[in-house]
């Protein structure tokens, strides 16, 4: 199910609080919202975008000893031809084509994978540099983000369950591609709008986006009354948080 423009543009407007509070009001709570331990690597990280799934899974075939030389050669090569290439599956060798798709994400795409919260960095500073410079909005990756010096000063777009040096190879591999996953205690499918800011990530299904888009816009319509209100009795100067929104129509 495609999302409509107008609601893209409305959601992007919206807080993951606003977006939160519209999903409660629609009998939906606690079902979208992934667990508070996913945080951004760089405070105040905040994207929006479709989701594009990736599901990783614990892995029993581990690197043995080996000369450098053989390492360099193997560490990137297919595992049809012995090597440990952490996109490819030796339970399903198609599937790689299909994860560099996905970690290749265009524009207005999020990637969001699971791994379950194992260790084992997926993405770090290279393939994620390559997916921005597609246009892709940002990353939700339920395990640890690896490069994080480079990233940071990349200003890559993550939230995570961790950091850490350690490579995926031999340790975890692709299991699904743009399938529905659970990633954070969610279930995400490919289409759904992913929406993170400081506060934290949540999930609107492509089934509630228009309805969720309404809703949050008027919640946040009403917050920012009510803040603006406050502002004005304390004498503060007023910000970009408190400037009133047009009025809104419903468009679907």
Known sequence: MSIHEKTMEIIKTSRCADISDALDSMGLQDLYSMDPYMRPMIPQTSFCGIAKTLEYRKTDIKMPYMEYEEFELLQYSRKKDGGYHFYDSHLNPGLYEDVQKVISSGKGEVIVCTAGGLIGGVFGSDNMQGALNNG????????????????????????????????????IEPYAVNKPINCAGVLVAPGDVICADHDGIIVVPSRYADEAAYRSYKIQQKDRIGRRAKFQAAGLPLDETVELLPDLERWF
């Not at 940002?138 to 993550?158: A, H, N």
């Open 136 to 171: 892709c909005a940002g990353l939700v990756f339920d395990g640890y983000m690896r490069d994080t010096p480079e990233s940071i000063l990349q200003k890559v777009p993550v939230f995570s369950k961790g950091i850490s040096f350690v490579h995926p190879q031999g340790r």
